[in-house]
């Protein structure tokens, strides 16, 4: 019961601010440019303003979680990679040599990485031991977790949310790290949109087509053992989610409970944001795609979404990399806002 207040709580997303949207969008056109030259960035300007309630954001500080976790369903023979490159990138995240954390150096955004259900035990320095289980169970025999865990993951990202918004982060991207969990994210698609699972089955970090037959069938028989029902998207997220993809629906849940704009990475973070979405559909008005991936799930979900993506770069590593390689159009974005003159200061009548 008590439970249910949380998710209820958590759940209960503020409305877009409608005057902050319209008087940012009035001073992105008297801006010293042809009406809407700014294309995108002047979107961005425009929903950052209806997230947070300012006309002109400030976006100084900004972080990247890192949800890792592992997946039973590897031992079907579903990734290109060993599953024990979760815990060596866990390793690698720690000492800063991933994308992801490289590109947080040069961009200037902050990292926490959190095991919410690796396998790797101990945890190397820095990593948040969030760790709900070791790694889930394979989907393909049974569900890969139970609603408690489920729910117990989704809180671990609810709850950095809300620590990020206490300590001043004013902008998030999210992304993973988990071998096998295209598999999980694709099933989670599959559920969601009801599309069939061969447009939504890509290759991951590299399968052959062998493997990516395989894949397929894996995925068709995981839903066909656990039945997810497609109106509870918690129980796709248990039955054929992950651990990490749960946390991402939580830290995305929380970030638009505490109105801060989150920009969501690759397929992974994708099919959590629309778990989320569905969950709460207020959510998505929080939302950013940063890029479009390769992997063939990630277009019709950025369109289930409603969401542009920023960058089109043939990317499929996820761990938030490419969400971090979006965040200088953020601040060029802001930067414009801020600090070009308008048409009436240059003496015209725009
Ligand atoms: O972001 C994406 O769209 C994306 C596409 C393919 C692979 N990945 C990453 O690769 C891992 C999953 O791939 P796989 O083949 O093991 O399912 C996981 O760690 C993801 O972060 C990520
Ligand atoms: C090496 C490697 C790094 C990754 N980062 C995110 N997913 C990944 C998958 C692999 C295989």
């Not at 425009?46 to 997230?51: D, F, S, V």
């Not at 040599?97 to 959190?114: D, I, N, W, Y």
């Not at 206490?166 to 295209?182: D, F, K, P, R, S």
Request: charged content about 25%; overall charge negative.
């Amino acid at each position: 019961m008590e439970k249910d207040q949380w998710l209820k709580g958590l759940m209960e997303i503020p409305v877009t601010d409608e005057k902050a949207e319209k008087e940012a969008r009035n001073h992105m056109d008297q801006l010293t440019k042809p009406l809407g030259a700014l294309g995108d960035l002047e979107e961005i300007v425009i929903r950052l303003a209806g997230i947070t309630g300012e006309t002109v954001p400030d976006i100084e500080r900004k972080g990247v979680a890192v949800f890792c976790g592992d997946h039973g369903v590897t031992e079907e023979g579903v990734s290109a990679y060993p599953a024990e490159v979760t815990g060596l990138m866990i390793g690698n995240f720690s000492r800063g040599k991933a994308a992801v954390t490289v590109l947080a150096r040069r961009f200037g955004a902050e990292v926490s990485v959190v095991d919410v259900g690796s396998r790797l035990e101990p945890l190397p320095e820095g990593v948040l031991d969030r760790k709900v289980r070791f790694g889930t169970a394979n989907m393909a025999r049974g569900p890969a977790m139970t609603r408690e865990e489920t729910l117990k993951a989704l809180r671990v990202g609810a709850d950095l949310a809300l620590q990020w918004k206490e300590n001043g982060i004013q902008l998030a991207a999210v992304g993973e790290m988990g071998i096998g969990n295209t598999t999980s994210a694709s099933a989670v698609a599959a559920v969601l949109t009801g599309k069939p699972v061969r447009e939504l089955t890509g290759r991951g970090t590299g399968l052959d087509d062998d493997g990516l037959e395989r894949k397929r069938e894996v995925i068709t028989r995981s839903l066909e053992v656990n039945r997810p029902d497609p109106a509870d998207p918690l129980d796709g997220l248990a039955k054929v989610g992950g651990l990490e993809i749960a946390a991402m629906t939580g830290f995305i849940l929380g970030a638009a409970r505490h109105r801060l704009p989150v920009v969501v990475d690759g397929l992974i973070s994708t099919v959590a944001a629309l778990a989320a979405v569905r969950l709460a559909p207020g959510v998505r008005a929080c939302l950013f795609a940063s890029h479009r991936s390769a992997e063939p799930a990630h277009g019709v979900l950025l369109e289930d979404l409603g969401l542009k993506p920023l960058i089109t770069a043939g990317m499929r590593l996820g761990e938030g990399s490419g969400a971090v390689l979006a965040f200088p159009l953020f601040d060029g974005a802001v930067t414009t806002a801020k600090e070009m003159a308008t048409f009436s200061e240059l003496g015209l009548n725009g």
